[in-house]
């Protein structure tokens, strides 16, 4: 009877230990996420979005190094980017190595993920023939490796690889947080691509304004955002003197009336004020 009981005490005390160690993982992996969702959200592009990820991740996990490949967009080359690694001169050995060798279109594990657009557990890299890097691998103590796919709706546009120094399992609850993560720098790239695409607009814009020959102004009720060198030049002004001032500074007191209705009606057509030059 005593054997009994306390195979079922020692089972459900068990069983307890395992259930509160699961829901302190997840409460991790919770708090890591959110954290990591402010960090990427506030990085000033991709590549440093990926190397917060990186870190945060290694650091979780213990895991040595990360490496992010990105995808040219042609289907032809994978590009090494950025990395973080714990302080060891093997490992930055081995990015350097790995940074050199070729990545050869449709072999070996990265495009194995970038094909198959999910994530990939090699526990022992010696052992994988997806693995090309054995040699420079084994000289760094490197053993088992994550690699994780950056998707955005419409493709993959990167790789993550995670070196780990020991040999370990697969492990099935960690696949779907590392996969998160993933995700987030996916979300990511693509807000990071709208911006670069609206300041090269901008840019473009800017260009315009300038190269115009007979002058170009915007204005937003009254206000001066953009002017042309030729513009401000009318007004024996540059560009930086007349830019966030009003269009009322530059009327002449009898034009100032007609000016501001202007400006009120936001009535679109060509019509004749006096202004004032600087001089």
């Known amino acids: 009877d005593y054997t009994i009981r306390g195979s079922l005490y020692g089972g459900l005390l068990a069983r307890r230990i395992r259930y509160a160690a699961e829901r302190r993982r997840m409460e991790d992996e919770t708090r890591l996420l959110t954290t990591l969702s402010l960090?990427?959200?506030?990085?000033?592009d991709l590549d440093s979005a990926l190397v917060v990820a990186m870190r945060e991740v290694c650091g979780f996990t213990g895991w040595s190094m990360g490496m992010a490949w990105i995808h040219d967009g042609t289907g032809q080359r994978i590009d090494p980017g950025p990395a973080w690694m714990r302080a060891a001169p093997k490992l930055q050995a081995f990015r350097e190595d790995s940074s050199r060798q070729p990545t050869i279109p449709g072999a070996g594990l990265?495009?194995?993920?970038f094909h198959g657009r999910e994530p990939l557990w090699c526990p022992d890299l010696a052992s994988d023939p997806r693995f090309r890097r054995k040699e420079a691998a084994a000289r760094a103590g490197l053993r088992g490796a994550v690699a994780v796919p950056v998707l955005t709706r419409e493709s993959v546009v990167a790789v993550i690889e995670f070196l780990i120094a020991d040999p370990r399992p697969q492990d099935e609850q960690l696949m779907p947080f590392v996969?998160?993560?993933a995700a987030q720098l996916g979300q990511v790239f693509l807000r990071k691509r709208s911006?670069?695409?609206?300041?090269e607009n901008e840019e473009r814009f800017r260009q315009l304004i300038?190269?115009?020959y007979d002058g170009y102004l915007v204005h937003e009720d009254g206000a001066i955002r953009e002017?042309?060198?030729?513009?401000?030049?009318?007004?024996?002004?540059?560009?930086?003197?007349?830019?966030?001032?009003?269009?009322?500074?530059?009327?002449?007191?009898?034009?100032?009336?007609e000016?501001?209705?202007k400006i009120r009606s936001q009535i679109e057509g060509v019509y004749e004020v006096m202004a004032l030059r600087k001089d």
């Open 39 to 44: 960090a990427v959200a506030e990085a000033k």
């Open 110 to 113: 990265l495009w194995a993920v």
């Open 179 to 181: 996969s998160a993560i």
């Open 195 to 199: 911006e670069t695409a609206l300041r």
């Open 210 to 212: 300038e190269a115009a």
């Open 227 to 257: 002017i042309s060198p030729g513009c401000a030049a009318v007004f024996g002004c540059t560009p930086a003197e007349m830019i966030g001032r009003n269009l009322l500074d530059f009327a002449t007191p009898e034009s100032r009336d």
């Open 259 to 261: 000016v501001r209705n």
